[in-house]
């Protein structure tokens, strides 16, 4: 049997064919917008450029850069903003490095929602900081308020970090804010799976909350390029985690992404309100479709959520695996969270009924339907959603 030469597009090819076939619920993923697809394999994307400049040639990568800030500086309503980390882990490590290096750095544990980077023998352990584990909801994924208050007031860490990988609902900035700040210590807000419902302003707003500062990745709600994004209106906060930027935390800062990054801004300004007011009403008709034939949700008593995420209450890591291949084999993909984003479907224009559609196809996935007629009607529904929205 002759086998077929293997090659990279080979790879590439199979791939994308794959993934148009298939149904995206994972929340950390999006789709970008044919435009923005499109600036990332630019001449951009093997150029380098540096503040202050060592390169020649960078007269219109400076122009794009600039007009990148001031576009998100005006989405976000921050003074500074800092485009040059390349993903929400690297600028979770400039923050941490900057605020809490060989100090005190506190956030939820990451099996009740705090992002898995800051478990002590990662983030905290590269920069010498000393974990503190805030006190926090197994149902809701929020830290529980009093509880936390005491553990901070007691042990005054100079970096708070608040929001997470599993948030469905808002974290308590305003709470935090006057305590952390009254003994100098900084609050950060890590707004990686929510940033798009910030630009939307339909979920909280860390800054106007007490926050000093956001980071987040580019990527999730928000629907650009892997990437990061940082803003402050603190000019002491900005000026020292600028300084901590190049040659140790970044060199070449990926400029094709940037140029992505920049398209979806955009499309933010002009779409967001109505793409992320759409994301969370269609995650609440899927966890409400899901518990109505059976599914158990997480915070049923709070309507379930209030961000892009539902978490299915499943106890055994090995049972989420378990669900996690079972849904891939009959076409839906999802993390061994198992938490669903509504993040990608929306974007495709999915709307209410689509929601009560794929709540049916989980279910009878879950139940051990023939996987076949499943992924079917998983493709069957898919074709009529293959153009990106609020583009
Ligand atoms: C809350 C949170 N912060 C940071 C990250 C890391 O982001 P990135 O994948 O962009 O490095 C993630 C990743 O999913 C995340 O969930």
Not at 215 to 236: I, L, R
Not at 271 to 297: D, P, Q
Request: charged share 30%; proline share 4%; aromatic share 8%.
């Amino acid at each position: 049997m002759s086998k077929k030469q293997q090659d990279a597009w080979n790879i590439i090819r199979t791939h994308e064919k794959y993934r148009r076939r298939v149904l995206n619920l994972i929340p950390s993923e999006n789709i970008l917008s044919p435009r923005a697809l499109k600036a990332l394999s630019t001449d951009l994307a093997g150029r380098y450029a540096l503040r202050p400049e060592f390169y020649g040639g960078t007269r219109y990568v400076h122009e794009l850069w600039n007009y990148a800030e001031e576009l998100t500086r005006r989405l976000f309503k921050a003074d500074y903003v800092l485009l040059e980390p390349l993903s929400g882990h690297i600028a979770a490590i400039l923050v941490s490095h900057t605020f809490a290096k060989d100090k005190r750095l506190a956030t939820l544990p990451s099996e009740k929602g705090g992002y898995p980077g800051y478990e002590k023998d990662r983030i905290p352990l590269i920069v010498g900081a000393e974990l503190i584990e805030l006190p926090s909801s197994n149902e809701y994924f929020t830290p529980l308020i009093e509880d936390s208050l005491r553990v901070i007031e007691e042990k005054k860490p100079e970096l708070v970090v608040l929001g997470g990988s599993m948030i469905i609902f808002p974290h308590p900035v305003r709470e935090f804010s006057d305590i952390v700040h009254s003994y100098g210590g900084v609050l950060a807000y890590d707004g990686s799976h929510v940033l798009g419902l910030i630009a939307g302003g339909v979920f909280q707003d860390p800054l106007r909350e007490g926050a000093d500062l956001v980071y987040a990745s580019t990527h999730k709600t928000f629907p650009g390029p892997q990437g990061a994004v940082v803003y402050t209106n603190d000019k002491e906060v900005y000026e020292k985690l600028s300084g901590n930027l190049y040659h140790k935390i970044v060199d070449n800062i990926h400029l094709n992404r940037l140029a992505a990054y920049a398209v979806t801004v955009e499309e933010m300004l002009k779409y967001g309100s109505a793409y992320a007011t759409k994301i969370v009403e269609n995650a609440k008709y899927l966890a409400a479709s899901l518990a109505s034939i059976g599914i158990s949700i997480k915070a049923r008593d709070r309507g379930y959520t209030e961000s892009h995420q539902i978490v299915l209450d499943i106890q055994d890591d090995e049972a989420k695996i378990k669900v996690r291949d079972r849904l891939e084999e009959c076409g839906i993909i999802a993390d061994a969270g198992v938490r669903f984003g509504t993040n990608e479907v929306t974007r495709r224009g999915m709307g209410k009924r689509e929601m009560e559609k794929i709540a049916k196809l989980v279910y009878r996935a879950m139940e051990g339907e023939d996987p076949k007629k499943i992924k079917r009607e998983v493709q069957a529904l898919l074709e009529r959603f293959k153009t990106v929205k609020f583009c």
